[in-house]
C-alpha cells in the first residue's frame, strides 16, 4: 500500500486531485469514502454507545421493538424520498398521519346514517381502502397545487398541514376513538394485525417496511417512472424538453408520499387500537431528517432507498437508546437537531470535494489534450 499526497502545483500547471490512498492498483479516496458512509459509520458508533451505556440495548426483543418504531418512519421517509428526489418538499405528511387514523377510527366504530337510521360497520379491509384513498387524495391535492396553480411545495404543503389537521379534529370533534379492536359479531376485526400482528415472530410493521423499500427500490431502478423522477429533479428544463411529463411525475410523487402517510397512520392506529387527530405531529420532520441523513439532496436529483434506511434507523436507534439510557426529552430534542445540521454540513462538505475533484480532473484532461495536440 502507497499513499500519495498531492503538493502545490508551480504556476501554470493545472491542480492534481486531491489525497488518495492506492490499494492493488486503484486509486480510492478515502475522505470521500467515509463521507459517503457516513448514516452508516453513524449508525454503528450509535449502537456501539448505547451498547455500553445499556446492556439491554442490543437484546433481541429491545432491537425488534425499537425497528417497528423505526419501520413508522422508514415508510414516511419512503414516500418523502420520491418528493425530494423530484426537487419538492411535503410538510403534510404527519397530518395525513392523523387523518387516516380518524377515517379508520370512524368507520370501524361505526358510521351512522341517519336519514336511513342505520349504522354501517364496514370490513377491515374497506376501512383499509378508505383510509389509503384518504390520504392519497390529499397528495393528489398537493400535487394539484404545485403544479395546475404553481403554488411553491413549501407553501401549498404547509397549507394541507392545516387542512388535514382541521379535518380530522372536526371529523373526530377532537376526541380519541378507542378500542378499534372490532367485535367478532359485527365482522369488522382483524384491524389490530395490521400494527400489532406478527408474521413469522416479526411484526407486521417490520414487513410492511421491507415491502415498501422492495417496491421503492424496483420502481426508482428499473422503470421509467424512476428515471422521471432523477430526471426531474436533477434539471426540470432539461427533463421537460427530453420528454419527460414533468407535471404527471410531481403528481404521482405526492400521491406516493400521501400513501405512504396514510399506510403509517393505520399501522399505529392498529398497534395502538385507537385513533386520535393529533397522531403524526412533527413526524414529517423525522422523515425529512431522515432522507437527509441518508444522503439525499433536497435540491432535488440525488437519493437513494439504501440511504433513506440507513437515516431512519440512525433516527430511530438515537430517540430509543436515548430514552432507554434515560436523557430528558428536552435534550433528545436538541441532539435530534444537532445531528440534523452536522448532516447537512457533511452532505455540503462531500460536495465540495465532488466539484473539487471534478474541476481538477477536467484540467487535468484539458492539459493533457494540449500537450498531446501536434503543433500546426
Request: aromatic residues 8%; contains cysteine.
Amino acid at each position: 500500500m502507497t499513499v500519495t499526497a498531492s503538493r502545490p502545483a508551480p504556476a501554470g500547471r493545472p491542480p492534481r486531485a486531491p489525497k488518495t490512498m492506492r490499494f492493488r492498483g486503484n486509486d480510492v479516496d478515502l475522505g470521500s469514502m467515509l463521507l459517503e458512509g457516513r448514516a452508516f459509520i453513524a449508525l454503528i458508533v450509535l449502537i456501539i454507545i448505547f451498547a455500553m451505556l445499556s446492556d439491554s440495548f442490543l437484546s433481541v426483543n429491545n432491537m425488534i421493538t425499537m425497528t417497528k418504531h423505526v419501520a413508522y418512519n422508514a415508510i414516511l421517509a419512503l414516500g418523502m424520498l420520491f418528493v425530494i428526489l423530484k426537487g419538492g418538499i411535503d410538510l403534510s405528511i404527519g397530518s395525513t398521519v392523523g387523518l387516516s387514523g380518524v377515517i379508520a377510527g370512524v368507520l370501524l366504530q361505526g358510521l351512522q346514517i341517519d336519514s336511513l337510521d342505520v349504522v354501517l360497520y364496514p370490513q377491515v379491509w374497506v376501512v383499509v381502502l378508505c383510509s389509503l384513498t384518504v390520504g392519497t387524495l390529499v397528495g393528489f391535492i398537493n400535487g394539484l397545487l404545485v403544479t395546475r396553480f404553481n403554488v411553491a411545495p413549501f407553501i401549498a404543503t404547509l397549507g394541507m398541514l392545516y387542512v388535514a389537521r382541521g379535518a380530522a379534529l372536526l371529523i373526530s370533534n377532537g376526541s380519541t376513538y378507542p378500542k378499534l379492536g372490532g367485535k367478532p359479531e359485527l365482522g369488522n376485526t382483524g384491524f389490530a394485525l395490521i400494527g400489532g400482528g406478527r408474521i413469522l415472530g416479526v411484526p407486521t410493521a417490520i414487513w410492511i417496511m421491507i415491502v415498501f423499500a422492495i417496491v421503492a427500490v424496483f420502481v426508482l431502478r428499473k422503470t421509467p417512472f424512476g428515471r422521471w423522477v432523477y430526471a426531474t429533479g436533477g434539471n426540470e428544463r432539461a427533463a421537460e424538453l427530453a420528454g419527460v411529463p414533468v407535471r404527471k411525475v410531481k403528481l404521482r410523487v405526492y400521491m406516493i408520499s400521501g400513501f405512504c402517510a396514510a399506510t403509517t397512520g393505520l399501522i399505529i392506529s392498529s398497534e395502538l387500537t385507537s385513533a386520535a387527530p393529533q397522531l403524526g405531529e412533527s413526524f414529517e420532520l423525522n422523515a425529512i431528517a431522515a432522507v437527509v441523513i441518508g444522503g439525499a439532496a433536497l435540491t432535488g436529483g440525488r437519493g437513494n432507498v439504501r440511504g433513506v434506511l440507513v437515516g431512519a434507523f440512525v433516527i430511530g436507534f438515537l430517540s430509543d437508546g436515548l430514552v432507554i439510557v434515560g436523557v430528558s426529552t428536552f435534550w433528545q430534542i436538541l441532539i435530534k437537531g444537532a445531528v440534523i445540521i452536522l448532516a447537512v454540513m457533511l452532505d455540503q462538505a462531500q460536495q465540495r470535494i465532488k466539484r473539487s475533484k471534478n474541476a481538477a480532473l477536467a484540467a487535468s484532461n484539458k492539459s493533457s489534450d494540449r500537450v498531446g495536440t501536434p503543433a500546426p
